[in-house]
């Protein structure tokens, strides 16, 4: 069974950093592809993140290109996502993710089938 749990979550000031974790269960990170997203109340799910167990790929979103960095830990199964220089617009609940294939799909959510249950971000003064 498959199965991604997401911590490290919570609040933190602008220009802050936080780390978010994803342990994973059922798969190997060697084998897929894994992936965050987010989501704030009344917007769509972005893709922020995502790195290729194909060939160790990354990806970011423009808005966070620069400030986050997407890392594996293989031997532990676990994905992190390093979120530095933070800012009020970076609130949202944040998943990770994966597709049932090696590479990112160009972090539509729509593509992958595995997911987390979030860990809510708030940036805030």
């Known amino acids: 069974q498959l199965q991604l749990v997401e911590s490290g979550g919570g609040l933190v000031q602008p220009g802050g950093s936080l780390r978010l974790s994803c342990a994973v269960s059922g798969f190997s990170l060697d084998n897929h592809a894994i992936g965050w997203f987010r989501q704030a109340p009344g917007k769509e799910r972005e893709g922020v993140s995502c790195v290729s167990s194909l060939d160790g790929n990354t990806y970011y979103s423009e808005s966070v290109k620069g400030r986050f960095t997407i890392s594996r830990d293989v031997a532990k199964n676990t994905a992190y996502l390093q979120m530095n220089s933070l800012k009020p617009d970076d609130t949202a609940v944040y998943y990770c993710?994966?597709?049932?294939?090696?590479?990112?799909?160009?972090?539509?959510?729509?593509?992958?089938?595995?997911w987390g249950q979030g860990t809510q971000v708030t940036v805030s003064s």
């Open positions: 993710a994966a597709p049932p294939a090696q590479t990112c799909e160009r972090l539509q959510a729509a593509l992958y089938d595995y």
